[in-house]
């Protein structure tokens, strides 16, 4: 019965070319409108991936304004931002999960750091995204995207506290709240490039914020001015206006600085000119820290991994953030295990992983976690007391792209959290301070205090911040300075000489032999694997790395510069990058047992 018609339509089409641009058009107009559509759903999910605030958005206005004369409130016309953590009276308290925002009730009171806040001038203009349940150090969340990084798009901005970070770098607000479990403010204030503040365990109130392990969690703070930053925690901290005076004593701790890929240029040079000219400082010290924890905190000794205690002390603060992980985990269990078992929650890979592992976790004696964390405020009583402020990398890396495979970012978290777990095992505040970038990335330096010295620590950042940024912006307009090359025999002369230093255990000595030589010629891989081999005795690992690559690059063959690369990227925690260096030495050497002991530990340890 279609036939005729069909006909006739082809007859008319035939006969009239019109037509044909019609139809034409037609489908052009159908093409356009469903490219629209499409590019306004990308354009939606951009957006969403973009905007660190959950839906839906609220502003708390502050309390009313005292009638004069009384003193303005210290908060007055700042803006802040919250983590989905803290409860707001009438909102779903939504914990960075849409399966527990889902079987939970709206709060009936605001979280008192919220109110405080209010109370003094404040206004809180929404929640921000969160890593779910507030577990891991990414940022990123599969339920309401993830907020991108204001200074590495591409790159992810840190958590758990994600949103609020970004809000604070993106400008968004003048100031944001975040929980630090783990590292959870300070280290994604340190890859968006922000002051972030970890106060002392305690110090301030936690009544109406979701828990996630005790021990741990504590209230920070994102800013971008160090000023803010001092009257908010302020007010959180109800801290007195004036205070007692002292000398500063600044503590490098030089093993930590090895983690990081960082010159010294950008990190401890800065802060030490910062304090050349500033009055009430003491001259800057430096020390072994993972050494002096290993002296002094004896209940970490159980925790060590039989594989590597022949190794450097830097397995000390491994075995430390492997408390802290354990201590995270059996606390959460506590507090959710039965939700978690009821509800049956969708998470995301990385925290599905967590939580299954929080919740499996079967340890025995948790007496012996809390006496390292005793024996760490301990440590750190005696070390810092009431003028020291310890000096450290907030990270050793840089952020890892979006998306990165699990296996490459098991690295990354290890490094991490050694850095992170001494503030979190020992209750002291910490502040990460932003100084610069470098490759791109931003980078930071940490202040640590003693536990209850929050005012202090908060006092000394406001009195350096500007004095430093100032040395930031020297730093990185200078370029280093050319090295020379001169007479081969000199240069083979110095060779020997820092040979016998080393054979005298003088590594010092050998290597102020061998720089000598290598200034005279820079060509020579012998001269820079040597080197290397006197700074793995110094425990300068960065050093004898980047030793090692010259001489690698100058010599494709050189054995012992993979092996040593190994032994100094394993003290690194660079587990899969030494792994490799252990592989090209037996291929290069097949025979070589130590290659194939270390390459084999290696993969136990990745596995």
């Not at 150090?137 to 901005?157: A, K, R």
């Amino acid at each position: 019965m279609w036939k005729q018609p069909l006909q006739v339509v082809k007859a008319n089409v035939s006969s009239n070319p019109r037509t044909w641009i019609l139809i034409g058009l037609s489908v052009a107009g159908i093409v356009i409108v469903a490219e629209t559509q499409r590019r306004k759903r990308r354009s939606r999910a951009q957006i969403m991936l973009r905007e660190p605030f959950l839906e839906p958005r609220f502003d708390l206005l502050p309390f009313p304004q005292p009638p004069p004369p009384a003193a303005r409130q210290p908060l007055a016309s700042l803006t802040f931002a919250i983590s989905d953590i803290f409860d707001v009276k009438g909102y779903v308290t939504g914990f960075g999960s849409p399966d527990w925002a889902g079987t939970h009730e709206a709060a009936t009171k605001t979280a008192l750091v919220v109110t405080a806040l209010l109370k003094n001038g404040a206004t809180c203009v929404g929640k921000t995204v969160m890593d779910e349940l507030n577990f891991g150090i990414t940022g990123e969340n599969v339920h309401y995207g993830t907020p991108v990084n204001p200074q590495l798009q591409s790159h992810i901005p840190g958590g758990s506290s994600s949103g609020s970070a970004v809000a604070v770098a993106a400008g968004l607000v003048d100031f944001a709240l975040g929980i630090d479990t783990t590292g959870c403010v300070r280290i994604p204030a340190s890859f968006c490039g922000v002051i972030g503040f970890r106060p002392s365990h305690g110090a301030v109130s936690m009544i109406g914020v979701s828990p996630n392990s005790q021990s741990l969690d504590t209230v920070g703070i994102f800013t971008r001015d160090p000023s803010i930053l001092h009257h908010v925690g302020h007010v959180l901290l109800q801290l007195k206006s004036v205070e007692t005076k002292r000398a500063r004593r600044l503590i490098f701790a030089d093993d930590l600085f090895q983690l990081s890929k960082v010159p010294t240029e950008k990190t401890v040079q800065v802060v030490t000119k910062a304090i050349e000219h500033l009055s009430g400082y003491q001259p800057p010290k430096h020390m072994n820290f993972s050494q002096y924890i290993a002296s002094n905190v004896p209940g970490l000794k159980g925790f060590r991994e039989e594989s590597v205690k022949h190794q450097n002390e830097i397995f000390t603060l491994k075995a430390l953030s492997s408390v802290m992980l354990l201590l995270q985990r059996c606390e959460f269990k506590t507090n959710h295990e039965e939700w978690v078992k009821s509800a049956k929650p969708r998470l995301g890979p990385d925290a599905s992983d967590r939580v299954r592992a929080a919740i499996d976790s079967t340890h025995e004696n948790m007496k012996t976690l809390y006496k390292v964390r005793t024996e760490m405020r301990a440590a750190l009583q005696s070390l810092l007391k009431d003028d020291g402020i310890l000096v450290i990398p907030t990270v050793a890396d840089p952020p890892l792209k979006l998306n990165t495979k699990k296996r490459q970012s098991s690295e990354f978290n290890d490094r991490t959290l050694a850095l992170s777990s001494i503030a979190s095992m020992s209750g002291c505040c910490q502040v990460t301070i932003p100084v610069g970038k470098h490759k791109e990335s931003p980078i930071s330096i940490s202040f640590i205090a003693f536990h209850s010295v929050d005012k202090f620590l908060l006092d000394t950042v406001l009195d350096m911040y500007s004095s430093i940024q100032e040395k930031v912006s020297i730093a990185s307009h200078s370029s280093p300075l050319p090295d020379t090359n001169d007479n081969l025999d000199v240069s083979e002369l110095l060779k020997e000489k820092g040979n016998a230093a080393f054979k005298g255990r003088q590594w010092n000595k050998a290597v102020k032999y061998y720089t000598e030589a290598i200034k005279l010629n820079m060509m020579n891989a012998t001269y820079y694997c040597n080197r290397a081999a006197a700074y793995l005795e110094l425990g300068c690992f960065q050093q004898a790395e980047e030793d090692c690559s010259k001489a690698i690059s100058l010599d494709k063959k050189n054995v012992k510069a993979y092996m040593r690369r190994g032994t100094a990227r394993e003290s690194l925690l660079c587990y899969k990058d030494a792994a490799q260096d252990f592989k090209h030495a037996l291929v290069l050497e097949p025979q070589n047992k130590v290659a194939n002991l270390a390459e084999k530990r290696l993969r136990e340890l990745m596995s």
